[in-house]
Each structure stands twice: as C-alpha cells, then as structure tokens.
C-alpha cells in the first residue's frame, strides 16, 4: 500500500476485526436461523459498516469485496428461505479475506500477499452468486413520488424552473427530491422533469426542468436554491400564459357532483405511448419550419414550369414525390401539437361547482370525449368562449333547484361538454337541460332594438329567433348578473369561434334545455385562399367563407361611384361593396365586367368586388403581430408560394367595415 | 458567530473519530457521539445541537427512523446523512423522512464542510 498510514488507522482495524469475527460466527449461526430473519440484519449492518471505513481510508479491495458480499446478503434475506450452503460457504470466504484485507492494511500481516487480484477475484464471485438469484421486491420501501397531479389555482402565476446537478453529484436522485422537496414548499409544483426517482442510480450532470404555480417572484424561488448543494445554472423565470391551463383532477373529486366519462380506447392509447415534454415554442418553430420546406417546393414547382418540357417532366416527379413527404412531416408536426379537449374541461368543474353555489343551484357536469384533440392555437383561443357558455348555461340556463322540482324535473341540472371529430372538423357541444331561451322575448328585444323589423316578424321561426342571441347587446335577461354579465357575450363567443373559421349554431326548447354546436377546424394554420387582386395588391380570403364568384358589368350600372349597391346572386339579392373602397385603395380594373367574390358571414351573404380573382391557394396561416393585429378586416399573414408575403382577409371584419361606412354615408 | 454544535452519529467509532476531527478542525464544537439510533434521537433532545450527521445502516434503529423521531421532534432540525455509494434509495428514504442534505462515503472534508456550510446557509 503506497498512501500513507490513516490517522484513525487502528481504530479501523480493530473495529473492523471485531466486527469480521461477529460476522464468521452469525454466518456460520445463519443456517439455523429463521428464515429472512434479524440475523440477516446484523450481518448485512457489519459488513456495510466495514465497507463504509475501508472506504473512508482507501481500501480498495476491502470496498470491493464488502459490497458485493452485502449485495449477496441482501439478495439472500429478500429470498426469505433457508440459504443455500454453497452461499454461506461463498460468505464465510469474503470474510477471511477481508480479515486478511484488513490485517494487510495495518501491517501486522505476517507474509506479503501472494496475490494482488484475489479480492477482485472473490467480488466477482460474489456478484455472480448474486447475480443467479432471483430478483425480489427490495426489502427497504424505494421512495416513490406517487399521488395524484399536483392542482393549482389557474389564476397563479407559473414560473419556469431549471437547474444542472453538478458533475460530481453521486447521487442526482437524492439531490433532485432535495430541489423538488424545496419547490414544494414554494408553491405547487406542477411538473419536474425528469423525476427524482428516474434520476437513481445516474450520472450527475443532468438538466432538471420544473414548472411551479408560486405568488413568489422569480428572485425568491431562485435564492431558495443557495442552501443547496450540487445544484447549478439555476434559471427562474416567469412561464409562458400558454402553460397555465392545468387539469385539475381533484377539483372534481372535490365537486362531487361532477363526473367525467372517460373516453376508454383513447385512454389507454395515451397511456402506453411514451411521452416527452417539448417547449410548445419548439414545435411553433418546428411547424414554421416544415411550412418554409412546403413554400420552397412550391417555389422549385414554379422554377420547373419554366424548363422546356422532356426536362420539366423527370424534375416534377420527384418534386411530388418531396412534396408529399413535406405534407407528411407537415401533418405530423400539426399533430404534434394537437391538445386533447380535456385541457379546456377540466379547469371547469370547480368554476362550475362554486358558481352553481352561489346560485342556489345543483349542476351535474358530464364531460364527453375529453380524449379528443384539438390544434393548440385552437384550445387556446377557445378557453374564454367555452368558459362563457359554461357559466351562461349555470347562470341562465339552468333553473335553481327550487325551481326545477317544481317543474317535475330532477334536482340537478344537468350540463354536457362533448367534443367529437368529424373529418377534418372538431363539433364541440355545450347542451344543458334548463328552460331553454324565451323565443318570443329574443324577439320583441330585437324589435326594441331596431336590429329586426316588425314586418319581417311572422317570416322569423322560432329556431330563427334563438340565433338572434348571437347579436351585440341581446339579453334575454333585464338585470345584468354580476357573474355572466348582460348580454350574455354570446355575440362575442360567436365572434371568436369565426375568428378560429369556425361556425356556432344554437337549437333551444323552452322548457327542455338548450344547445351550442361548436364547429372548428382541427387545425386554423392551413387555411385554403382565394386570392384576389385590387389596386395592384394581392389579397387571401379564406374559401370557408367563400359563397360563389362571379361577375358583373358595372358600367350599366352607374360606374366606378359606388361603394354598396345589390347584386342578384344565385336568385338573392345581396349587397354589394368594393373592397378597393374599403381599403382606400385605388381600383386598376379595366373597364366593363368586374368579378365579384361572394361571402357569407354571420347568415348574411355580401359581394366584394375585386380587381382580379387570381387563383386558389393553400397556405399556412400565421398570427397578426401588433400593431397590424388591431387593423379590422385583416385575419392573418401567409407566404406564396413565390415567397411573396400575402395578407388574408377577414369576411367578418370586412363586413362590419362596410356596414359601418354605410352607416356614415347615411349620417352625412 | 457562535460556535457551531454538531451531534455525529455513527456506529462505527472510524467513521466517529474522522467526522470529529473534520468538524473540530473547521470550527464547530462536537456536541456528542451517538452509535445508534435510539442514542442518536435521545442525545439529539438532550443536546440539541445546531447539526446532525447520521448514518444510515446502524443496530437498533435506522438512520432513517432517528431522522424521522429527531425530525417529529423539531421539524428545524439539520440532519445530514451519512450514505454510502449504491445506497441512494435508502438516502432518499431519509429525505423524505425529513433529512436536510446528505453526503456519499467515502468523502474528503473539504466535500463534508462544504454540504455543511451550504445547507447552515454560511
């Protein structure tokens, strides 16, 4: 042994010598022993104490020995059986040579070792015994992380955690449950990845990212990790809004009322699939990035159309074939990002179950197809809406329970959120079984409100009438409640749903409960265009949108003057606007015949005149930036194919601009 | 400052001996030796030290159960383990029985003192 003799060098060896001749003779006692024992116990106690100072000063072999022999013991006593001969024999050998070990270390062996490799030799002995045993459920509880998803309240800010474990760490699965332990005691902390547990028995080195629901601010919970040790390249820092939907399981529990249907086949999928978190931005990017892929082949198809012909076949062959693989890695990514409708119900229950108190009334919420995935830009921009004919359901919907066993109905009312695909949409429902919307009141309030003539009032069914809630300012209610508010936002629920190019559709029966149909795209980043010229400038509009084209001969009609007239289309008379007009924009149309897109929105179908329809397009959307998000009529941005940026248009905005410069010219 | 009291449990009079002069040498005062668990968690009420080091696999009672009596006891109280290498589920046992910190065998004194002083917060 070269080092230099450790100070506590004979304590060692006469602690470790007394401790060998106990373990020889509880070994040679173990064969008698209950099976699985407290002898087992003390065995495995002395040759890990043996192992801990030999470690303390150097003694490699001691260490290598020791703990494949306790390894071995522990394995022996998990068997809970008689041990095999051949074991205590293997055991009772470990324990000479540790005595010989030990004796070498302090110089009292009476010869030098003959053999250098024979404690390595006898570990592995020992770890192949071990290794041919069965493996048993560890006789110590492992520590497990279990329980239910941590609940937070969704109005708590969310901050974004992250921290390294030092290289040197031995042992990241202790140090992380330390950092997570401290989290806790922060906030609720609602992810941490990887887990404390996954983290056992690695390297150190890792990259720990947490998520944590705190009122504390940023420089808090980040000071909070001075008293730890191995922990490096803290980061905390305020999480994106995107995050802050949280399930909230117990929520539900504690509502009691409240049940959801789970959505079985679609459970167990989830649940076998493995799963890695990824930052939504990187799929953003990701998604970006397989749209450049889909632009730059659209752009080599256009270079190919200018090769001559034998030439342009072979290219254009293989840029289908590459353009059917960037669809593919297109679609895959827009799944990807594909959140289930569970996100949006399960932050309601608790928002249902206090609301319904306060009312004075007893709901029952049933959630359908929960498993059902939507795009994420969808989810989100669906959150508020949802919420709002959640609460106007509770609010005015359902009657209180009074009420409701008066009427002969059950106690609680019943409320269903159902989502369900169909095709390339999602139909989300929300239906209760209230009194349903008064008709004849929508009506008469939108006489009130000069929004529906008298005249027209025998033409106006009943279905009809229920849609007349989807205009600003109709409630059917006089007194504004403090919870939903007047008017109900319907107009403004109706409004987001079209925004996403979706349709909202309500079907009511007094007395009987009522229904949204909520139709959505699965996706709102592919959207298909027709693109149209005016004043030089190209323009999308959405074809969802699009009614027909067509054309007309304005000459005969007084000129170039005009900003709304009608035009008979498809045997209806609609009206006619200019979209140069509405854009201030000049118009280059030639003279005569000028082409005509023809829009519905809102049930009500209008003709914008262009200066030219240029085509079709599918393009992939993306959101306005401020401050051009604020300018009305305007949806989105896309790229051409051609890599010219295109503005899309918004029908429904567009309409409120023309109904609004009518509404001046006829003040002036 | 004041002097620092630490209660060093160990079954191993090694393992006690090499804690107490890491601990001596760097200032604190060792306030007791404990080689059990039942010792451990008297002393600890006894002696009230500002720092425990505890080992894990000891007669009597565990590491893990003294941590988890010392701790029931007072809950401010700063237990470190003392674990050797391959024992981290019975470490993280402990933590969650309410131990402080840990350090891993064999280790150097600089590795003890630094875990120390960082969980004292010097």
Redesign the interface.
Known sequence: MAHAPH??LH??VA??TEQLEQLASELVRIEQEVPGGALWD?I??RV??V???A????LSGVVAIA?AAETLIGKLKAQQAKPERTHVDLLLQATDELVQEVQHASGTAHAPRADEGAPLALAARLAEASRVLPDLP?P????RIVGQKPVADPGTPRLDVAFSLSKAC??P??RS??VQ?KLKGLGVLLEMDPQ??AL??KKGGVRVTALLATTRPPDEVRAAF????EVEEVEVSAAPVANAPEPAPQAAEEAGAIRAVPDTAATEETRTDATVRVRAQALDQLLDQAAEVLHGIARLREAVRTLPENAATQFEAEIDRLRRTARDLHGRVMNARLTPFSSLTERLPRAIRDLAHRLGKEVELEVQGGAVELDRTVIEALADPLTHLVRNAVDHGLETSAQRISMGKSVRGLLVLSARRERDKVLVEVSDDGAGFDGERLRQRAIDMGVLSPDKLPDVTEQQSYELAFLPGLSTRDEATELSGRGVGLDAVKAAVERLGGKIGLRSAPGKGSRFTLELPLSVSMANLLLVQVGGELYGLPMTRIVATTEYDLSARGGEGFEARSLAVMGQLVRAYSLAKLFGLPSLAPPGPRPFAVLEVDGITFALSVDRLVGQEEAVLKPLFPPIDRIKGLAGTTVLGNGRPLLVLDPRGLHELAEASQRLRGAA | MPQRRVLIVD?????R??LR?IFTGAGFAVAGEADDGVQAVNLFRDLKPDLVTM?I???YKSGIDATREIVQHDPNAVVIM?????Q??????A??AGAT??I????RGEDVL??VK??L?E
């Open positions: 100070k506590y304590a060692f602690e470790a003390s495995f106690r890990h104490s192992k801990g100072s470690a303390t000063i150097g703990h560890a110590l509880p492992a520590p031995q042992a699965g202790a449950l330390i332990r404390p547990a056992m028995q001075d008293g730890i040790p | 079954d191993a009079l090694f393992m001996n090499t002069d080992d696999v000891m007669p003392c674990s050797a290498l391959g981290e589920s019975l470490v993280m046992e933590i969650e910190d840990f891993v065998k064999p280790f630094a875990v960082k969980v917060g």
